[in-house]
């Protein structure tokens, strides 16, 4: 169909005579390592993109990064466009390790789970946080301790474990705008992720308290392999 501005003079959704396209709509807890992931397997892994997939990522206004204002992110970004509820997919990619700190806490997420269920939304949760699907990419992950993951604890001002490591096999690992390292995506390092992540808990709502991650479901919506 086409990812494009609404008409709000037209129906919400139109059925081309062509085989439409099936748009995967994002909206990122992260303002910028994890949108700058998504467009780097936009890019390098094109090839394995069918052409009938649209990618969009719904832009960040804010900072504001509670499971509430992921989906409220999302849902400001869908009303301008044509969409098909049933056809397209709509995701919400989440850290539980951030909103522990937080005031809403597990409840937060607890909370967007079954509005997002109702919606037909889905929600992509990585347990501590993002950096440890990043670092599925890269290593033998049996190799390392469960617990030293999950807990990813704070070695210095400025890093936790998580990102140490990854700065220790990249050389640099940096979350400012425009820095996310490139090299970490490849089609053998994604394909490493999804079968290790497979090593950990993958259900939604278990993830909250448990080291694991479901982002492999959205991959595979995107990426053939």
């Known amino acids: 169909m086409g990812f494009k501005e609404r008409n709000f003079g037209q129906p919400t959704y139109q059925q081309q005579e062509e085989e439409p396209t099936r748009v995967v ?20 892994l094109k090839d394995n993109i069918s052409s009938l997939i649209e990618i969009e990522l719904a832009p960040k206004p804010s900072n504001a990064s ?8 999302l849902e400001a970004f869908v009303e301008k466009y044509d969409f098909n509820k049933g056809h397209d997919s709509l995701w919400l990619v989440c850290d539980r390790e951030k909103v522990i700190a937080r005031k809403t806490g ?12 109702a919606k037909g939304y889905s929600i992509a949760l990585l347990n501590p946080l993002f950096e440890f699907w990043l670092l599925l990419h890269l290593v033998d992950i049996t190799t390392y301790n469960k617990d030293t993951l999950f807990e990813n604890e704070k070695i210095s001002a400025k890093k936790r474990y998580l990102d140490q490591e990854l700065t220790n096999i990249l050389g640099v690992y940096n979350k400012k705008k425009g820095k996310f390292n490139k090299d970490i995506v490849s089609l053998d390092n994604v394909k490493r992720a999804i ?21 492999s479901s959205l991959i595979n919506e995107i990426v053939t392999f």
């Open 106 to 117: 597990k409840r937060g997420l607890l909370e967007v789970i079954p509005l997002c269920e």
């Open 66 to 73: 509670e499971p509430k204002d992921v989906l409220d992110n």
């Open 195 to 215: 079968k290790q992540e497979k090593l950990f808990e993958n259900d939604l709502t278990k993830i909250m308290d448990t080291l694991g991650g479901n982002l």
């Open 25 to 44: 709509i994002i909206s990122c807890e992260g303002t910028n390592t994890e949108p700058e992931y998504f467009e780097a397997i936009k890019e390098k």
